[in-house]
């Protein structure tokens, strides 16, 4: 029996430790809008939780696992906006020529347009150098 007691003690750690890094990731509510984390033991569970997530949250010593652990609740902060990347408008630096090729057509953009990139272009008969800036 003596042998036993360190097995179920080393178990029961190994449980603790994995089960407060599970905890430890956070999920959200999508009803309630609220986040929680799992902060290990519940010792000092309402001071950890209200430090580490500000007044406005909430404790609770969950022991459905068998094992106390600290629960905390909060409100989850809105996700940062998706930035829209910029338009894209379309402008003209003259004709292509034997003279004027692809990398003079690029220059001759980035001089006209703030940004600005340029390629050659066939339209028909003439060999344009179209610009592409962001508006």
Known sequence: MERITPVVLLVSLLIMFASGIVMSLNFVNQTRAK???GLGTCENCDERCKAKHGPSSESICDRSLGMPLC?????CADPPPTPT???ICNGGAGLCSARCSGSCC???C???FNGG??????????????????C
């Open 35 to 37: 986040c929680a984390d």
């Open 71 to 75: 629960m905390c609740y909060y409100q």
């Open 85 to 87: 990347p910029p338009k």
């Open 106 to 108: 690029d220059t001759n």
């Open 110 to 112: 980035a001089q006209k």
């Open 117 to 134: 990139h340029g390629f050659c272009s066939t339209l028909g008969t003439f060999n344009l150098c179209q610009c592409q800036y962001p």
